[in-house]
């Protein structure tokens, strides 16, 4: 039954929420949770209009609430809803930092919604990051007395960063605090880094509305978007109130909604262990989910559990359905095994009715797309390779150009060495590029020249990985998305171009087999967007003959694998492969040795590989399957 709204219930209050404090609401996807947040804004606003009244209201930054921000935006514009009696008041801000900065949060908040709506600037308020820190005190007195000459904050709109910190209320705030200055958390200075640059150029401060301030809002929406968010989801809503997870106070609020996509919520237990709270349909994926799970926590492997152990642990109901626990563990253990198989473009002559892939046509025209120069040697090297010494025809296709995640430094070594070499060829232009990369200042964007360079260079370390497994330079194809070539982190949406250069690639290759990054970290980072634009590219191709005959593998990127449930088909890797592997990876360069964009993550994109397609084959082991050296991991996607 589709969610109309997000109207606040008592968590609890039936048997699949017992285990949460929180009242939460799931969408598939943050579009759609978005655009109810967005509705609910409106409605409030109107209702206020009817009654002459303003309408105060919270606001956050970050990538969270953008699609709210968007949906605003087409509101005012397509409905007329005007928002000239809103009166906003930001939750916070970096200190020290200026008006005018590209990271700054009221250049965020112009830019994202208040320059496209016709709120009056004098309704808007957002903590100064440009007074003098002696005057921080009165300031912050001053703005917590006008949200309540105001009559408080009518609806205030949340995230949640990766330590429970709501605004900028890191762990250890305490419930009664107020706007004030605070000195910001290393994690959250860390997630920051790749809008600044590096975590040396985060402000070590910020003004942020207390968590008394914020808790005093009659309606309080957080958001929380994409599986990097799941786990303080998770203990943000099952977890005991504690300074600690500053975000576990809203536990106490009567009208407060936490709102998530399918990934954010996957660690609460009616997602993740939906048999402890309640009757189960069991599904294939639902039967393998309790399986893996039950291995993990009874430490024994698929084919020595016992009926005890399933009626234990809550899985009497999978038992009485399959009759014996020595029928479902072959089942079981004979899914796992067919996932396994060293020909991801199917073996030739084999029965292939347990096999993963199809054994015809024996020689395969292959399309792997990836959304950065390098995530198709970090993500599924080991299988690019297998496929290209099986004698396929693969093709590689680099979705972004990736010039963001090259460094100055970097930049700056090779326009040097090319003055060196070609002093008279490359000339003035040379000599601008050199001054504009010395002369930069921190959040400055890029000249379309630089970003050339740039992209210059992840090409050609891209081409030498590619040359490196064997491939024809003919077979690497370099799309250049438009929406990536902003010169900035955030990017532009997705447009008809961006699909039309993919479905034309698709049209022109005519793959048996796709493979593409399934990520989904960030909802709204570089590999959901291409994800997005393949999805909708290959939905415009659905007449044409040859894309009935084309599956399509996901893998996941850099950050995480494949839940074991999850996986259709896992590649298994000798030591020599993976030595082959990362030999690719190294080709790379100017994405190792404090690479731009580390992530959470701070192992080298080599290592954290390494160890991720390790860990997949550890699991395998301990279920009672076949010990490999590492294995990589793909989800079949049904289009």
Not at 360 to 366: A, G
Not at 394 to 413: F, M, P, R, T
């Amino acid at each position: 039954m589709a969610i109309k709204n997000l109207k606040y219930q008592s968590p609890g209050i039936d048997e699949e929420t017992r285990f949460e404090k929180l009242h939460s609401i799931t969408f598939e996807n943050s579009e759609r949770g978005s655009n109810l947040i967005a509705r609910e804004i409106c409605d409030l606003v109107k209702s206020k209009q009817k009654k002459n009244k303003n309408c105060v209201i919270g606001f956050a930054t970050g990538s969270s609430p953008a699609k709210v921000y968007q949906e605003l935006i087409r509101i005012h514009n397509d409905e007329s809803l005007s928002f000239s009696n809103v009166i906003a008041f930001n939750l916070d801000e970096y200190f020290p930092i200026k008006k005018d900065d590209s990271n700054s949060y009221h250049h965020f908040m112009n830019e994202n919604l208040f320059d496209h709506i016709d709120i009056p600037k004098e309704n808007i308020n957002i903590p100064s990051g440009e007074i003098k820190e002696k005057e921080v005190k009165k300031f912050c007195d001053f703005y917590e007395n006008k949200i309540i000459e105001n009559g408080g904050i009518d609806i205030q709109l949340l995230g949640i960063g990766r330590t429970g910190h709501i605004g900028f209320n890191e762990p250890g705030s305490h419930f009664n605090s107020t706007t004030r200055l605070i000195t910001l958390d290393h994690t959250t200075r860390f997630d920051a880094s790749k809008n600044f640059n590096g975590i040396e150029n985060v402000p070590t401060k910020a003004m942020t509305m207390g968590v008394r301030t914020i808790f005093n809002s009659k309606r309080i929406i957080i958001m929380a978007w994409g599986v990097q968010k799941s786990l303080i989801v998770k203990k943000s809503v099952e977890n005991n109130i504690s300074s600690l997870i500053p975000s576990t106070y809203l536990q106490n609020h009567k009208n407060a909604t936490l709102v998530l996509d399918n990934e954010s919520s996957s660690e609460l237990t009616r997602f993740r262990t939906p048999w402890l709270v309640g009757p189960c349909n069991w599904s294939g994926l639902m039967k393998r989910k309790a399986i893996v799970w039950l291995c993990s926590i009874t430490k024994k492997s698929i084919l020595k559990l016992t009926d005890e152990d399933y009626n234990k642990n809550g899985l009497s109901d999978l038992l009485a359905l399959e009759g014996s626990s020595y029928g479902l563990n072959i089942k079981m253990f004979n899914h796992f095994q067919n996932t396994i198989t060293g020909w991801p473009g199917g073996k030739p002559g084999a029965d292939d009715s347990t096999r993963p892939e199809r054994k015809s046509p024996s020689s395969k025209r292959v399309l792997i797309f990836s959304p950065h120069p390098d995530d198709d040697v970090i993500s599924m090297g080991g299988t690019f390779d297998r496929l290209v010494s099986q004698g396929h025809e693969v093709h590689i296709a680099y979705q972004s150009s990736g010039n963001v995640a090259v460094s100055d430094h970097d930049a700056l070594k090779f326009i040097e060495v090319s003055k060196d070499m070609f002093p008279d060829e490359l000339g003035v232009n040379i000599k601008k590029l050199v001054k504009e990369l010395k002369d930069k200042k921190s959040g400055k964007v890029d000249s379309l020249e630089v970003r050339k360079l740039k992209g210059f260079i992840r090409k050609s370390e891209a081409t030498a990985a590619t040359r490196y497994i064997g491939i024809p330079d003919s077979n690497t194809h370099f799309m250049n998305l438009p929406f990536y070539e902003t010169g900035r982190i955030k990017k532009k949406p997705a447009s008809k171009k961006d699909i039309l250069i993919t479905a034309s690639l698709i049209k022109k290759i005519k793959p048996h087999q796709i493979y593409a990054a399934g990520d989904l970290e960030d909802p709204h980072g570089t590999h959901k967007v291409c994800l997005d634009i393949l999805f909708n590219a290959l939905d415009s191709l659905e007449g044409e003959k040859f894309i009935k005959n084309c599956w399509l593998w996901l893998y996941r990127g850099a950050w995480l694998e494949w839940d074991i449930h999850d996986i259709d088909m896992a590649v298994p890797m000798s030591p020599a492969q993976v030595l082959r592997k990362r030999n690719a990876i190294f080709f790379h360069q100017t994405q190792k040795d404090g690479v731009m964009f580390q992530g959470q993550d701070l192992r080298e994109f080599w290592v954290r590989a390494e160890e991720r397609n390790n860990e997949t084959a550890k699991k395998y082991k301990k279920m009672g399957l076949a010990d490999y050296a590492a294995i990589e991991s793909f989800k079949r996607y049904y289009f």
